[in-house]
């Protein structure tokens, strides 16, 4: 049996360092084309930084955990996509994360609404609602999977108020769907009271 020479070098040394983008960036990244990849991986980075392991899992409970802590009942959450059948919220879950996120420090704030597509402007609603009251006024998260479809944000109103809002179908027709939402949300940018 040979044995291969000790190395001088060692084996655990970094070979190069990458700066991850700052978290605002990410979470544009992931919220204007709404890309479930870049969502899956935060899951694990959140385990990673702030839980036991850079897993799903580990990502989860941090989400648990800190969803409790600015009121929102934990929902069933087994991915970070939302892409399972197995993922729970309600519309009052999601209406109350929105809330709470809106209460956090300015650039927490600044850097989650901008994050969100604009409605007939930027990301996957840049096509949607074009021409209604709700083009640049609102803002929100969609969310399609076949016979589902969601869209979750918020509106500043003709009113000027901060309206939030959780549209979610599930056992639709997705694009039938699509046009049902597209015909409310301007109702509720419209708001003058």
Known sequence: MQTLPRADVDLAAPLATVDSPPMAQLAATTNQPSDNFYAEML???LGARFGTAGTTAAGIAVMRTTLRGIGVR???MVDGSGLSRADKA???QLVTLLQAMDRQPADVRTAW???LPVIGRSGTLAGRMRGTAAEGRCSAKTGTLRGVSALSGFCTTTGGR???FSL???A???LAAKRIEDRMVPKIASLDG
Do not use: H, I, W
Request: aromatic share 4%.
């Open 43 to 45: 899951v694990k980075g």
């Open 74 to 76: 934990p929902t069933a």
């Open 90 to 92: 309600s519309p009052r």
């Open 113 to 115: 609404r901008t994050s």
């Open 162 to 164: 901060s309206v939030y």
């Open 168 to 170: 979610l179908e599930n």
């Open 172 to 174: 639709v027709d997705a």
